[in-house]
């Protein structure tokens, strides 16, 4: 963690009341901007918040998936916590989502990611990581279009899971969504990273694709 960091939930104190998707605001309970740490060299991004991360404001906490990605961050060494913790204590990790507002009934639009994706654009900035972990099919299409060269419909989260791809200064490592993975998903994607990538300098240059 960051010497001068005071919090790990939204740290970089983004608007919490944003109203930019009419659809979003009608229905949420609360805006689920980032956590962890802002020094991270890894950063996970998933789709959008899942009724449990919405519950507790935290991403990828408050249910069995969130569950799993937490057992897989202990597992890595970044967090400190039980995987059932509701505010993780996370070191060298940052958590956040492709948009920060839960629909009841469906998935985010391509409008709303693309709404919400400033925030998302912010974090990376001001983070500036070594490893993105796309997690699911959405994320690893996003970023994959922002940060590699291939287009986004080349790749398949079931195909590119627990493997690394190279990107334009940084490297991705896409993970099935916790939702959708078994427990040698889990396995394969924690001795990928330990292996694969802890073993190695994943440190590089880093920039970015324009559009």
Request: charged share 30%; hydrophobic share 30%; net charge negative.
């Amino acid at each position: 963690m960051d010497a001068n960091q005071r919090q790990f939930r939204n740290p970089f104190s983004m608007d919490a009341e944003c109203t930019n998707c009419d659809a979003l605001c009608e229905v949420r309970e609360q805006v689920v901007h980032g956590y962890g740490d802002v020094g991270a060299e890894f950063l996970f991004v998933g789709e959008s918040p899942s009724a449990g991360a919405e519950r507790t404001g935290v991403p990828f906490t408050g249910d069995d998936a969130g569950k799993r990605v937490q057992r897989i961050l202990g597992e890595l060494g970044f967090s400190r916590s039980d995987p059932d913790a509701e505010e993780p204590d996370l070191q060298n990790v940052y958590l956040t989502y492709l948009t920060r507002c839960r629909h009841p009934e469906r998935g985010p639009t391509e409008n709303e990611i693309t709404t919400c994706e400033p925030f998302l654009n912010a974090e990376i900035r001001m983070i500036n990581p070594h490893i993105i972990v796309p997690v699911g099919q959405a994320a690893l299409e996003a970023l994959a279009f922002d940060y590699t060269t291939r287009s986004r419909d080349s790749f398949d989260i079931d195909a590119e899971h627990a493997t690394t791809i190279r990107g334009r200064g940084f490297e991705l490592v896409p993970m099935k969504a916790p939702t959708r993975q078994t427990d040698a998903d889990t396995e394969a994607f924690v001795t990928h990273v330990i292996e694969e990538v802890f073993d190695r300098d994943y440190r590089q240059t880093k920039g970015r694709r324009s559009r």
